[in-house]
């Protein structure tokens, strides 16, 4: 079974403060994805990323794809509350794998 | 926002019952999915359908079944609900399925309790 472990599990910040989500496996993927989800709604796409070693900006938060294709990372630079919410990684193989899920507090 | 809706929103029901629930799509994509999210799981995938009445099983497939006569419509079974099966279920669809750069499009979720 192929599991992806995102850390930390719980994030609770002030606004302003720089933070980097961690979305690790054992398992190699094609490509991974980031999805945010707000409190009663479905997870709602970010970025994919494809190529090992990967980087892409998407304005505050930054994405990047393991050089082995086997982890994440997402950096947000001075959080808005607006960032609050569950951030999910996905890694794409024969089907989409999601990971454990980091759950993002932003207070202001 | 990609047309899927999902009914209902909330369910109540007891153990031993059948329940169905429903997700209806209008962007006529080929892939439909059936999630459940619980905390410290993530989303895990429970069926998925490639096609009118084509249908496969994901990861935790087991006591949940799934019927897709129409392209719009993806629906999941809980035989006889337990309360193992309570959660919050999201659907999801995909123009394409497999390919590397795909795209799923998640329904706003159905909160199942069973008691």
């Known amino acids: 079974t192929q599991l992806l472990e995102q850390s930390p599990q719980f994030l609770s910040i002030q606004e302003g403060e720089n933070l980097t989500v961690y979305c690790n496996s054992s398992?190699?993927?094609?490509?991974l994805q980031w999805y945010r989800q707000e409190p009663g709604e479905g997870p709602v796409l970010l970025v994919t990323?494809?190529?090992?070693?990967e980087v892409k900006k998407l304005k505050r938060l930054t994405f990047q794809f393991g050089d082995a294709r086997k982890d994440s990372s997402l950096h947000i630079t001075a959080a808005q509350p607006g960032d609050t919410g569950l951030y999910l990684c996905?890694?794409?193989?024969?089907?989409?794998?999601f990971g454990t899920g980091t759950r993002l507090q932003v207070f202001p | 926002d990609a047309g899927i809706t999902q009914s209902p929103r909330h369910k109540v029901t007891e153990t031993g019952t059948p329940v169905t629930l429903r997700c209806h799509q209008t962007?006529?994509?080929?892939?439909m999915y059936w999630y459940r999210q619980d905390p410290g799981h993530g989303l895990r995938l429970i069926h998925y359908?490639?096609?009118?009445?084509?249908?496969d099983k994901g990861e935790v497939s087991d006591g949940y079944s799934v019927s897709r006569s129409k392209t719009e419509d993806f629906l999941l079974t809980l035989e006889s609900a337990t309360s193992s099966q309570t959660s919050v279920y999201f659907c999801?669809?995909?123009?394409?399925?497999?390919?590397?750069?795909?795209?799923?499009?998640f329904g706003p979720g159905t909160r199942l309790t069973v008691l």
């Open positions: 962007e006529n994509h080929r892939y």
């Open positions: 996905a890694g794409m193989s024969d089907k989409l794998i």
């Open positions: 990323v494809v190529t090992g070693g």
């Open positions: 398992s190699v993927f094609s490509s």
């Open positions: 999801a669809i995909s123009p394409l399925g497999s390919p590397s750069t795909d795209t799923q499009y």
């Open positions: 359908s490639y096609g009118v009445k084509d249908t």
